[in-house]
């Protein structure tokens, strides 16, 4: 279910680190309990973001919830496809449907975040 | 929020468990929000045909000698005008004229009054109503006898059909019968809170795990699902139908949620009459209105709305419209701000987003 080669936070967002840029998203369990994706709300190209901070946010048809930033560093690229069709979100969270990618300015960062296993034992304990 | 176990529970509640559904704290009762999706059960209500648990809603029945003269003290509408077998949406009102809850009341007899409620506001809905009885008439508390199921869509009359021998067609919108459904004794009510045909029915709590399993079979060839607060959330905000809460609650009076219709000043005396005779007099100050984003934003629950950039009112609902594929919600704002085709904006998370007011209900259903 949760890939070994992402890191995960508290707050059910994910890492791909590829070079010194990490790719963000939202993790299966994150869509699943947000249940069907109509808005997905995210910074433009060249915005700094923070470990922890709000990045963005994501609404269903019944809520709305803050995305929180994995990592720190700059923005350089948007998933613009997911303005148009936010339901990607609900079918290919850990792929297709990435959010943002940010060029780490703190590499290191991602020692804070969890392992596939820790963040399955985590969602598990959670639900 | 509470855990699981303070809850309360339905008598379908394991059903939906085993169903897969997401269960939420809905006002002290652990319901499903959804099972499929929202939007996948939206749509099936709209096309096909729907099955909601609506368990939790409060029934209080009134009977006696005098029970139409306590139910006409209560109530805002006439219900002398109800024939049996008949229902009448009404207002369950304070003295200062806001809403205690709004109300269902079927004419069972000439003495017996059968009232739905809503399910977080049932106690004090019973309390504020025993208050009030000083005339020849019992209130009872009836909520723990009765379980309570929606069968809403276009399909919903074939369904159910099949399942009893009640003459379905026979019933109009806002009648009910007496019957039996799957052979167990059911109030069969044509109405429902989706903007669709269909039928809400009252069975003993023990029955209801069979008769649900019983419906879906029925169903199964329309393309039946079981449905949840979600969809049910949506469907009702569509056809502008008001939830208590969000539209309506005890600061504001049915003339301010525009249900004029559902007041009957010249009926005689009854609960909040006074102050809602003085208010029809003076005029009334806001207005309920519906809006559809322009901007991209969703409106939600409580986002303040701005006319020509200065606070004016606030959303009582808002959601995506699945039907119409909008951002849409309903506001209050001062009367004479509320004309329909005026440029709003709604506060969405600390960004003002372009909106505009327009006719609702956002949805009506062609008959």
Redesign the interface.
């Given at each position: 279910m949760y890939p070994e080669d992402l890191r995960y936070t508290k707050e059910h967002e994910w890492v791909r680190v590829e070079g010194d840029t990490g790719i963000v998203g939202i993790t299966h369990h994150a869509q699943e309990a947000l249940?069907?994706i109509?808005?997905v709300d995210l910074p433009k190209v060249g915005a700094q973001v923070e470990q922890g901070k709000p990045l963005g946010?994501v609404?269903?048809?019944?809520a709305?919830s803050d995305i929180y930033s994995p990592v720190s560093g700059e923005v350089t690229a948007v998933n613009d496809e997911l303005s148009t069709a936010p339901e990607k979100l609900n079918a290919d969270p850990h792929g297709e449907a990435w959010l943002v990618k940010v060029r780490l300015s703190a590499p290191g960062d991602i020692v804070n975040l969890m392992s596939a296993s820790e963040y399955q034992t985590y969602v598990g304990a959670e639900s | 929020m509470a855990s699981a176990a303070s809850l309360k529970a339905t008598p379908l509640n394991s059903v939906h468990r085993a169903l897969g559904a997401?269960m939420v704290d809905f006002g002290g009762w652990d319901m499903p929000?959804?099972y499929s999706?929202?939007?996948?059960e939206h749509h099936t209500v709209r096309n096909a045909v729907g099955m909601f648990d609506v368990s939790h809603m409060g029934e209080i029945e009134i009977r006696g000698r005098e029970a139409l003269r306590l139910v006409e003290q209560i109530a805002t509408n006439a219900a002398s005008n109800l024939k049996i077998g008949q229902i009448q949406y009404s207002g369950l009102l304070y003295e200062h004229g806001g809403f205690c809850d709004d109300i269902s009341v079927h004419k069972v007899a000439d003495d017996h009054y059968f009232i739905c409620v809503n399910a977080s506001n049932q106690d004090k809905d019973y309390e504020h109503i025993v208050q009030q009885n000083r005339f020849d008439a019992t209130v009872d508390f009836a909520s723990p006898r009765y379980a309570q199921i929606a069968i809403q869509g276009p399909r919903a009359i074939e369904t159910l059909q099949k399942l009893t021998t009640a003459d379905l067609p026979a019933i109009q919108y806002y009648w009910f019968t007496d019957g039996a459904v799957c052979g167990t004794p059911a109030r069969i009510s044509r109405m429902g809170y989706t903007g669709e045909d269909g039928f809400e029915i009252y069975i003993a709590p023990s029955e209801a795990a069979r008769v649900w399993a019983e419906i879906a079979s029925a169903g199964a060839e329309f393309g039946l699902k079981p449905c949840g607060l979600?969809a049910r959330?949506?469907l009702r905000l569509e056809a502008k139908m008001a939830l208590y809460g969000h539209e309506i609650d005890a600061t504001i009076t049915p003339l301010d949620a525009g249900l004029a219709w559902i007041v009957k000043l010249a009926k005689g005396d009854f609960t909040g009459r006074g102050a809602l005779a003085k208010q029809k007099e003076k005029g009334v100050s806001r207005k309920l209105i519906g809006f559809e984003m322009t901007g991209?934003?969703?409106a939600?629950d409580g986002y303040p709305v701005l006319v020509d950039g200065s606070p004016a009112g606030w959303v009582t609902s808002g959601?995506?419209s699945?039907t119409l594929g909008k951002n849409i919600g309903l506001c209050y704002l001062p009367v004479e701000q509320a004309a329909i085709g005026r440029a709003i904006q709604v506060i969405v998370?600390e960004q003002p987003v372009d909106a505009v007011t327009v006719a609702t209900p956002f949805y009506k259903r062609a008959r």
């Open positions: 249940g069907d109509v808005y946010s609404e269903s048809v019944k709305v | 997401r929000v959804q999706g929202i939007l996948d979600g959330n949506t991209r934003g969703i939600r959601s995506p699945p998370r």
